[in-house]
């Protein structure tokens, strides 16, 4: 079973940035979708961007044109890139990988975005 590390996460104020990162320890080049996942409190874990193994990409309408998710195969890393950062984005957030036989998630990282 792969493990899944997310960090990054912190606390920045409106219009800011961050980047998470989430270290597997195998590689990421055999699952099918990398993803990003959100859930604030009293609300359901939901998508936030995701990408597969040949480089689409695709994002929660929320975040379109503010976030991005990459990927570095070689460090068997994924990264989101959060810009323009709102009050509305503060959750935990938690990595992804799937296959048809793995569907693994990282522990979560804290996002805060409040002045």
């Known amino acids: 079973q792969v493990h899944l590390v997310e960090s990054g996460g912190g606390l920045v104020q409106p219009g800011g940035s961050l980047r998470l990162s989430c270290a597997a320890s195998g590689s990421i080049s055999s699952f099918n979708t990398m993803g990003w996942y959100r859930q604030a409190p009293g609300k359901q874990r939901e998508l936030v961007a995701r990408i597969t193994s040949g480089g689409s990409k695709n994002y929660a309408d929320s975040v379109r044109g503010r976030f991005t998710i990459s990927k570095d195969n070689a460090k068997n890393t994924v990264y989101l890139q959060m810009n323009s950062l709102k009050p509305e984005d503060t959750a935990a957030y938690y990595c992804?990988?799937?296959?048809?036989?793995?569907?693994?998630w990282g522990q979560g990282t804290q996002v805060t975005v409040s002045s």
């Open positions: 992804n990988a799937a296959n048809r036989l793995v569907d693994a």
